[in-house]
């Protein structure tokens, strides 16, 4: 079946510029996750939804960020004012309701020049 | 709170030769273990997990890993090294705390020499 995506792969943006990030998870998945990965790092936690309602937005670094599920399925990190400290990739997983294990797209590369 | 470190950020090993990638772990309730590897470019894949029961586990393409509680480690091993093993590769946390929200490890690139 098919696994999460991430659209766009690539996104170049300006410096105070407003972007948005989607992710389609897999099928009947309840729970989503967004991660950021800086270079040279392992994925940090941004924020977790668990049908339609953020669980828990405890990583997100600033009110800058933001996201959405208003249907329990497709998600979207909404980033504004963009600075070139949030160039990353931007990484999305789902996981079945109960289920520890998660399963992560290929990501969005950020770059903010 | 949750904690992995990762020691070693890069491990290089011959072709054949044993693999050994470590992981230590804090946790104040009992831990959720995982392994992911991460080829350029690409999400992550899940290697391994633990999560309750048999404390040795077996992830896909010949790689396992012991949770040892004494010790807060969950090394990953593979017995002999290909040159498709070569990657980079994240331990993670999570707990009932946590709703599964993981902590990585800052990841451990891995490379195999012919």
């Known amino acids: 079946g098919a696994g999460v995506s991430q659209t766009p792969s690539n996104k170049v943006t300006e410096k105070g510029k407003y972007v948005e990030l989607r992710c389609d998870p897999i099928?009947?998945?309840?729970?989503l996750y967004w991660y950021r990965q800086s270079l040279g790092q392992g994925p940090e936690f941004l924020i977790y939804?668990?049908?339609?309602?953020?669980?828990?937005d405890s990583g997100l670094p600033n009110d800058r960020f933001f996201a959405v599920r208003p249907e329990g399925s497709v998600s979207t990190l909404k980033i504004q004012r963009t600075e070139r400290g949030d160039s990353a990739v931007y990484l999305c997983?789902?996981?079945?309701?109960?289920?520890?294990?998660?399963?992560f797209g290929p990501g969005t590369r950020l770059t903010v020049t | 709170a949750q904690s992995v470190t990762q020691l070693g950020s890069h491990v290089s090993v011959s072709e054949g030769a044993l693999v050994l990638l470590r992981c230590n772990y804090s946790?104040?309730?009992?831990?959720?273990l995982f392994w992911y590897v991460q080829y350029p470019n690409q999400g992550l894949q899940l290697l391994l997990k633990?999560?309750?029961?048999?404390?040795l586990v077996k992830g896909i393409n010949g790689f396992e890993a012991e949770f040892k509680k004494s010790e807060t480690s969950f090394h990953l091993t593979k017995p002999s090294a290909h040159m498709s093993d070569a990657a980079e590769y994240f331990c993670?946390?999570?707990?009932?705390?946590?709703?599964?929200?993981?902590?990585f490890g800052d990841g451990t690139t891995l490379t195999v020499k012919p």
């Open positions: 997983a789902s996981s079945q309701t109960g289920a520890r294990e998660q399963y």
């Open positions: 099928s009947g998945h309840t729970a």
């Open positions: 939804f668990q049908g339609t309602g953020a669980a828990d």
């Open positions: 946790s104040s309730v009992p831990p959720y």
């Open positions: 633990y999560t309750t029961g048999a404390t």
């Open positions: 993670a946390v999570s707990d009932d705390t946590n709703a599964g929200k993981s902590t």
